[in-house]
C-alpha cells in the first residue's frame, strides 16, 4: 500500500520495541537550536486532504521542456514501465545469491540479457552494468585483458564524461590511450590506419557520437579487424531501431547507456549501463550473468551461471570490482522494450531522427545560425553554430520555460560558438516551431 494510517495502538507498540517513550525521542540527536519550532501543521490529515495539499505545492516547480541531451534524454516512458518495476518484489529485491529463492529475479534479468542481445546482434550480454561510462570503461579493461596488448584508440567524439572515467580506470595502468582526431565530427579510416599497429589492444567508437553523428561503423571495424584488435561500438540503443546493429558490422564489444530504455532523467540518474560480446568474450565479461537451465524435473528454471567479480572469486583473477548490477533499470529495459515490440521500436527511432531533421532544416536556415556539419547523417542531436550570444541565447529560452541546447564551448575547445541540439519524439512540431521562432529573434 503507497498510504498506510497508524493509529495510536501501533505508535506505542513500535515505540514500546525501540525501547523510547514518545516520538520527540527519536530526534533528541538534533541539538534543540537547529529544531524547527513550529511546523504549522494541526492534527492529522485523511489521504485526499494529503494528496491535494502536496497537489499545490507541485504547481510550484517548474517544468521546462528540453531541447538538450548529451548523454540523458528525454524520451516518453509508457505506463507500462512503471506498472511493473512499481512491483514490491521487484523494487524490494537484491542481488540473487540463491537461486532456489529468487526465480523471479533471475527470470528478469535473463529475459533483459536476450533483449540486449537481441538489439545488439551479439551473443551474450551480462547483468548490466553501473551506467554507459562505466560499461565503455569495463570494455576498454576487456580488451586489455583478452587481447594481452596495450594499447587503445578512442574516437574523439567520444562522450567527454566516458573518456574521463576510462582515464580513471586505466590511469595505474601500463595502458597507453591514443585519441583519434575526427574530420567533419566523424573518424574517418585514415585515422585509425595512421596509429594502429600490433599493440593495439581496441579501438572505440562511439555512433551516434557525442555530436549526434552516424559513423562508418562498417568501415572503422573493417580496419580495425585487418590489425587483430578489437571493435568496440558504444551505441545510444534506440538508434538501433533503424541503423546496423553492432554484430552487423562485426563488432566484438557493444556497450552504452540504457536510460533511455525506460528510465527517468531525475537530475542524471539513476540509470543502468549495457555490455554485450562476442561468445569468445564472454568469460572475460565483467559482473554476472544469468543462465537458462532445468530442474531435476525438467522445469524450466535460471541460476547465476557466471560471476566473475573479485567478491566471488580470487581478486587476481577478477575481472572488476563492480559489485552490483542496476537491476529495477535493468528491468525497466527489457519492459520498455517489450512494449514496444520490433515494429514500435523502429518506428520510435524514425521519428526521433526526422523530428530531429525537422528542426536542423529549420534552425539551419536562421540569419546568424549555421550547421557545424552541413552533410553528416545524424540521429537525435545535431550541433548548430552561431555568432550570437550563447547565454543569451539559453537565457531567453529558459525565461520562456525551454531548456536550451547544450553550449560546447566549455566543454570542446574546437566547438566555440556551437550549440548542441537534442529533439527527441517528445518534441510537438509546435514546440519545435516555438524555438525557431525565439532564435529568429535574438
Not at 538534533?30 to 511546523?39: G, V
Request: charged share 20%; with cysteine.
Amino acid at each position: 500500500m503507497n498510504y498506510t494510517m497508524q493509529n495510536q495502538k501501533d505508535n506505542k507498540k513500535m515505540l514500546e520495541t525501540i525501547e523510547i517513550n514518545n516520538l520527540d525521542e527519536l530526534f533528541n540527536e538534533i541539538p534543540k537550536n537547529l529544531r524547527i519550532k513550529d511546523l504549522n501543521i494541526s492534527g492529522g490529515k485523511t489521504e485526499q486532504e494529503l494528496l491535494n495539499y502536496f497537489s499545490r505545492i507541485a504547481l510550484k516547480n517548474k517544468t521546462l521542456i528540453s531541447f538538450r541531451g548529451a548523454g540523458i534524454y528525454d524520451h516518453y516512458i509508457p505506463s507500462l514501465v512503471g506498472e511493473i518495476i512499481g512491483r514490491s518484489e521487484f523494487w524490494t529485491a537484491y542481488t540473487p545469491y540463491q537461486a532456489e529463492a529468487s526465480q523471479g529475479t533471475l527470470q528478469t534479468i535473463f529475459e533483459y540479457q536476450s533483449l540486449i542481445c537481441a538489439l545488439t546482434g551479439l551473443d551474450t550480454s551480462n547483468a548490466s552494468l553501473y551506467d554507459g561510462a562505466t560499461s565503455t570503461a569495463e570494455a576498454a579493461l576487456l580488451a586489455l585483458r583478452a587481447t594481452g596488448k596495450n594499447k587503445i584508440l578512442i574516437s574523439s567524439a567520444l562522450h567527454p564524461e566516458y573518456l574521463q572515467t576510462i582515464k580513471t580506470y586505466l590511469e595505474n595502468s601500463r595502458a597507453k590511450l591514443v585519441i583519434l582526431d575526427t574530420l567533419n565530427g566523424a573518424v574517418e579510416k585514415s585515422s585509425i590506419d595512421d596509429v594502429i599497429d600490433d599493440d593495439t589492444a581496441a579501438v572505440i567508437i562511439q555512433s551516434p557520437n557525442y555530436f549526434g553523428i552516424i559513423e562508418n561503423m562498417q568501415a572503422l571495424s573493417s580496419v580495425t579487424k585487418g590489425k587483430k584488435s578489437l571493435f568496440i561500438a558504444v551505441v545510444n540503443p534506440i538508434s538501433l531501431g533503424i541503423f546496423q546493429s553492432p554484430g552487423e558490422y562485426d563488432a566484438d564489444i557493444a556497450v552504452g547507456e540504457g536510460q533511455v530504455l525506460g528510465s527517468s532523467m531525475s537530475a542524471g540518474g539513476a540509470t543502468f549501463g549495457f555490455m554485450a560480446v562476442k561468445k569468445a568474450l564472454e568469460w572475460k565479461m565483467p559482473g554476472r550473468i544469468i543462465g537458462q537451465t532445468v530442474d531435476k524435473d525438467g522445469k524450466r528454471g535460471f541460476v547465476l551461471t557466471l560471476q566473475s567479480r573479485e567478491q566471488h572469486i580470487r581478486r587476481e583473477k577478477a575481472t572488476s570490482n563492480i559489485c552490483t548490477n542496476a537491476s529495477l533499470n535493468a528491468l525497466a529495459g527489457c519492459v520498455y522494450l517489450s512494449g514496444w515490440g520490433n515494429d514500435g521500436f523502429k518506428n520510435l527511432a524514425k521519428t526521433n531522427m526526422s523530428k530531429a531533421r525537422y528542426a536542423f532544416d529549420k534552425i539551419k536556415t536562421l540569419y546568424g545560425f549555421k550547421a557545424k556539419f552541413e552533410n553528416q547523417v545524424f540521429f537525435n542531436e545535431f550541433v548548430i553554430e552561431t555568432q550570437k550570444n550563447l547565454k543569451k541565447i539559453n537565457k531567453i529560452l529558459f525565461k520562456n520555460g525551454i531548456l536550451g541546447p547544450l553550449d560546447l564551448s566549455d566543454i570542446n575547445e574546437n566547438f566555440k560558438n556551437c550549440l548542441l541540439f537534442c529533439i527527441t519524439e517528445q518534441r510537438t512540431k509546435a514546440e519545435i516551431d516555438k524555438v525557431v521562432e525565439f532564435l529568429a529573434k535574438i
